[in-house]
Antibody
Framework: EVQLVQSGAEVKKPGESLKISCKGSGYNSTSYWIGWVRQMPGKGLEWMGIIYPGDSDTRYSPSFQGQVTISADKSISTAYLQWSSLKASDTAMYYC???????????????WGQGTMVTVSS | DIQMTQSPSTLSASVGDRVTITCRASQSISSWLAWYQQIPGKAPILLIYKASSLESGVPSRFSGSGSGTEFTLTISSLQPDDFATYYCQQYNSYPSTFGQGTKLEIK
């Protein structure tokens, strides 16, 4: 079964750093891009960025460029989303996603992780 | 960025109704459009890709149409499980962008 399994919920204070993970299984994870989608409480979906684990080619939405870092370790089929200094406005559910097609980053997302809830509060 | 605008934002309907949700792109995206369904507390599910292709396992009462800048998602006969929020997504160019969502409520 193809699936993306994300790390667990996090509660952090403003200014702290954080790295959440997303592990792919059941498919050739080095040939599929992995993306991240944010959903703030009660709000819609926002495309943050996407990475190709094969060579770490990464694309960011301008809204998130410089605010987060997306990385991957192809040896363990895992992608990461990282913050160096969290803000209260980073409180959200974060989903990792993988596209329908191999080697294609700009695609529909047919596989979604279960989501990681990040809460930032003093 | 390409802006995606859905209408209506909220739609009230009854079981058995036929409903249509519209998504408009700020510039042409050819047929590079997907539709998702999200039930509260769950991850979204892909329904339609490439504007009109039905994802495997999705009931045939869901259909999509359109190209260029205007697209529609139609549910031919609403079932109780269909009351959810629906999102369109363009993937013609980076960054991909989503519509703001349409909440389908029980009348």
């Amino acid at each position: 079964e193809v699936q993306l399994v994300q790390s667990g919920a996090e509660v952090k204070k403003p200014g702290e750093s954080l790295k959440i993970s997303c592990k792919g299984s059941g498919y050739n994870s080095t040939s599929y891009w992995i993306g991240w989608v944010r959903q703030m409480p009660g709000k819609g979906l926002e495309w943050m960025g996407i990475i190709y684990p094969g060579d770490s080619d990464t694309r960011y939405s301008p809204s998130f460029q410089g605010q987060v870092t997306i990385s991957a370790d192809k040896s363990i089929s895992t992608a990461y989303l990282q913050w160096s200094s969290l803000k209260a406005s980073d409180t959200a559910m974060y989903y990792c996603v993988t596209p329908l097609s191999e080697f294609v980053g700009d695609d529909a997302f047919d596989i979604w992780g279960q989501g990681t809830m990040v809460t930032v509060s003093s | 960025d390409i802006q995606m605008t859905q209408s209506p934002s909220t739609l009230s309907a009854s079981v058995g109704d036929r409903v249509t949700i519209t998504c408009r792109a700020s510039q042409s995206i050819s047929s590079w459009l997907a539709w998702y369904q999200q039930i509260p507390g769950k991850a979204p599910i892909l329904l339609i890709y490439k504007a009109s292709s039905l994802e495997s396992g999705v009931p045939s009462r869901f259909s999509g149409s359109g190209s260029g800048t205007e697209f529609t998602l139609t549910i031919s006969s609403l079932q109780p499980d269909d009351f959810a929020t629906y999102y369109c997504q363009q993937y013609n160019s980076y960054p991909s962008t989503f519509g703001q969502g349409t909440k389908l409520e029980i009348k």
